[in-house]
């Protein structure tokens, strides 16, 4: 089955650690996004890659890094300077980052600190 | 970017039909209306999408006002499963689409 992945479904992280979430796709898009949900609220877009080796900040990047070193893997890492990571991560891709675009979502890292 | 307003919850009945309404009156002429939908502890999903006219696919129906300010989703008949945040996102490029507060939809057995 195509699809996105992600993994693990839970992440605990400890005061100063980093940790990195992954997200693997299979469908063959070119484009591929992180966001972040808090509880009650929408989504926020953190990054996004149109392309691989290349990435743009979103409207939350502060305290986050990405990486496309291949078009099927958009690995985020939490780092130590995000002071408030709680939250439900969710990566999505897109065959394009056009107009009329659909999202494919994974179904999310819930992560928690220690 | 096009700003959209949605009614925090609705609730409806089992097998009856929902009728989930958004605004977006500040939509640009050539930006698509798309429709998302949250289960509990998932990632959201497409459901349907449309510029002008209405559209219908297996999941549900899109009516589009004549202006396009306002649009409406149409799920024909609700079942439990149906229980999701409903968001409505005019389509300003795929890295924009904004997930908002969404509707929260509540299905009464």
């Known amino acids: 089955d195509g699809g996105i992945t992600q993994s693990p479904k839970y992440l605990f992280r400890k005061e100063g650690q980093n940790v990195t979430l992954s997200c693997e796709q299979n469908?063959?898009?070119?484009?591929m996004y992180w966001y972040r949900q808090d509880p009650g609220q929408g989504l926020r877009l953190i990054y996004y890659?149109?392309?691989?080796?290349?990435?743009q900040k979103g409207d939350i990047a502060e305290g986050y890094s990405v990486s496309r070193e291949k078009k099927e893997s958009f690995p985020l890492t939490v780092t130590s300077a995000q002071k408030n990571p709680t939250a439900f991560y969710l990566c999505?891709?897109?065959?394009?980052?056009?107009?009329?675009?659909?999202?494919?979502f994974g179904s999310g890292t819930q992560l928690s600190v220690l | 970017d096009a700003k959209t307003t949605q009614p925090n919850s609705m609730e409806s009945n089992e097998e009856e039909p929902v009728h989930l309404p958004c605004n977006h009156s500040?939509?640009?002429?050539?930006?698509?209306i798309h429709w998302y939908r949250q289960l509990p502890s998932q990632g959201p999903e497409y459901v349907i999408h449309?510029?002008?006219s209405n559209v219908n696919n297996r999941m549900a129906s899109l009516a589009i006002a004549e202006d396009r300010k306002s649009s409406t989703l149409i799920l024909h008949r609700a079942t439990l499963r149906d229980a999701a945040v409903y968001y409505c996102?005019?389509?300003?490029?795929?890295?924009?689409?904004?997930f908002g507060q969404g509707t929260r939809l509540t299905i009464n057995p």
């Open positions: 996102i005019p389509d300003g490029g795929a890295q924009k689409l904004v």
């Open positions: 449309g510029l002008t």
């Open positions: 469908l063959n898009h070119d484009a």
């Open positions: 999505a891709s897109s065959m394009g980052a056009a107009f009329n675009e659909k999202l494919f």
């Open positions: 500040t939509i640009s002429g050539t930006d698509y």
């Open positions: 890659s149109q392309i691989v080796n290349d990435f």
